[in-house]
């Protein structure tokens, strides 16, 4: 039993920051990665940022220099810093889970939050 909530989601205007988390109802060391990412309306879920257990982050380029993901082992919780928003940044935000086994053959499994509406208003 996996549970991801995120929250930290709300209306801010452009150039404003927010910072989202993700609790994790396990400890978050037992994943191989975390990620954050965002669908908005019309459009693919798509990757924001991700975080492995070795601690080395990956962004997408839209984000890279203004977002930053980071975790708290200790909290059981996962981070995404966003400073100078931008109204196409708008979209539902989701926590990502991946724990990864090999077994026979490499098997990803995923655990997913409920979102967290992120809306930037110019």
């Known amino acids: 039993q996996v549970q991801l909530v995120e929250s930290g989601g709300g209306l801010v205007q452009s150039g404003g920051s927010l910072r989202l988390s993700c609790a994790a109802s396990?400890?978050?060391?037992?994943?191989?990665?975390m990620a954050w990412y965002r669908q908005a309306p019309g459009k693919q879920r798509e990757l924001v940022a991700a975080?492995?257990?070795?601690?080395?982050?990956n962004y997408d380029d839209s984000v890279r220099g203004r977002f930053i993901i980071s975790r708290d082992n200790a909290k059981n919780t996962v981070y995404l810093q966003m400073n100078s928003l931008k109204p196409e940044d708008t979209a539902v935000y989701y926590c990502?889970?991946?724990?990864?086994?090999?077994?026979?053959?490499?098997?990803?499994?995923?655990?997913w939050g409920q979102g967290t509406q992120v809306t930037v208003s110019s």
């Open positions: 990502n889970a991946r724990y990864t086994t090999r077994v026979f053959t490499a098997r990803d499994y995923d655990y």
């Open positions: 975080i492995r257990s070795g601690g080395i982050t």
């Open positions: 396990v400890n978050t060391e037992r994943f191989n990665s």
